[in-house]
């Protein structure tokens, strides 16, 4: 009984020598493109630093409440949310009919926050941002002083507990960056950061909605409070904030 053997052809030699080189090349072809990939995603990494900034929640405003949020008031009035620049959002919140509320609709989505009042007082609408990357901040901002000119003092008042005075004419709206452990009325320079909007003698009675802006950075690592600051004591000064969110710094 002969024992089977396995010829091969010069002509099938050569073929199966073309093959395997065009499986190598294949091979090197697609280790070339994960390189390349892994390549570009590496730079593509490095380029931006970090991950995407967290959302803040309802900073828009658009749960339709304060969700996310906290207030602090002296005096009359507070921070509420509104849909209609003709319609106060609580029936008490329509000072007199020489002042009455007309404020710009809410710039972003359906809802935004708006100070209301009948008389005078220190409203105060804040949280807190863990500043986990180099993000930017931004918010928009508006207001309106049907009767009087802005007065910008340098201070909110005097606080003592529950007591608040103000002495003279101050009607100013502010949105600042200040030290979590910071009393939520404080202007001393050593907690207030930054200001980021903030109304000025001088400037028109009313403005916006206005887009601003702070770099975030140099507070990278640490947990910073936003505040936005509304005082009026002799008219309405209605101040309005919406759609304020984090972005990346690039
Ligand atoms: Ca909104």
């Not at 980021?196 to 802006?213: I, K, L, M, Y």
């Given at each position: 009984?002969?024992?089977?053997?396995?010829?091969?052809?010069?002509?099938?030699?050569?073929?199966?020598?073309?093959?395997?080189?065009?499986?190598?090349?294949?091979?090197?072809?697609?280790?070339?493109?994960?390189?390349?990939?892994?390549?570009?995603a590496?730079?593509?990494?490095?380029?931006?630093g970090?991950e995407?900034?967290?959302?803040?929640?309802?900073?828009?405003?658009?749960?339709?409440?304060?969700?996310g949020?906290?207030?602090e008031?002296?005096?009359?009035?507070?921070?509420?949310?509104?849909?209609?620049?003709?319609?106060?959002?609580?029936?008490?919140?329509?000072?007199?009919?020489?002042?009455?509320?007309?404020?710009?609709?809410?710039?972003?989505?359906?809802?935004?926050?708006?100070?209301?009042?009948?008389?005078?007082?220190?409203?105060?609408?804040?949280?807190?941002?863990?500043?986990?990357?180099?993000?930017?901040?931004?918010?928009?901002?508006?207001?309106?002083?049907?009767?009087?000119?802005?007065?910008?003092?340098p201070?909110?008042?005097?606080?003592?507990?529950?007591?608040?005075?103000?002495?003279?004419?101050?009607?100013?709206?502010?949105?600042?960056?200040?030290?979590?452990?910071?009393?939520?009325?404080?202007?001393?320079?050593?907690?207030?950061?930054?200001?980021?909007?903030?109304?000025?003698?001088?400037?028109?009675?009313?403005?916006?909605?206005?887009?601003?802006?702070?770099?975030?950075?140099?507070?990278?690592?640490?947990?910073?409070?936003?505040?936005?600051?509304?005082?009026?004591?002799?008219?309405?000064?209605?101040?309005?904030?919406?759609?304020v969110?984090?972005?990346?710094?690039?």
């Amino acid at each position: 009984m002969s024992t089977p053997t396995n010829t091969t052809t010069a002509s099938e030699h050569t073929a199966q020598s073309s093959l395997h080189g065009w499986r190598r090349w294949w091979l090197w072809l697609i280790l070339a493109l994960v390189i390349a990939g892994a390549t570009v995603a590496f730079v593509l990494l490095v380029v931006s630093g970090s991950e995407d900034p967290p959302i803040l929640s309802n900073g828009d405003f658009e749960t339709g409440d304060l969700t996310g949020w906290s207030t602090e008031s002296w005096g009359n009035g507070e921070w509420l949310i509104y849909e209609d620049g003709t319609t106060p959002p609580e029936p008490w919140a329509s000072d007199m009919s020489s002042s009455e509320f007309n404020v710009p609709d809410p710039p972003q989505g359906q809802y935004a926050a708006v100070t209301v009042h009948t008389y005078k007082g220190a409203r105060f609408l804040y949280r807190d941002i863990e500043v986990t990357g180099p993000w930017v901040l931004h918010a928009t901002a508006f207001y309106q002083s049907p009767l009087l000119e802005i007065s910008d003092r340098p201070d909110f008042g005097s606080f003592s507990g529950t007591t608040w005075n103000a002495e003279g004419t101050n009607q100013q709206f502010r949105i600042d960056l200040i030290d979590p452990e910071a009393e939520i009325h404080s202007v001393a320079a050593s907690d207030v950061y930054a200001t980021v909007f903030g109304t000025q003698a001088g400037d028109p009675r009313s403005d916006g909605p206005t887009s601003v802006a702070i770099d975030l950075s140099p507070w990278e690592g640490q947990t910073i409070r936003l505040r936005a600051t509304q005082v009026d004591t002799a008219g309405a000064l209605y101040a309005g904030i919406d759609d304020v969110r984090l972005e990346r710094s690039d």
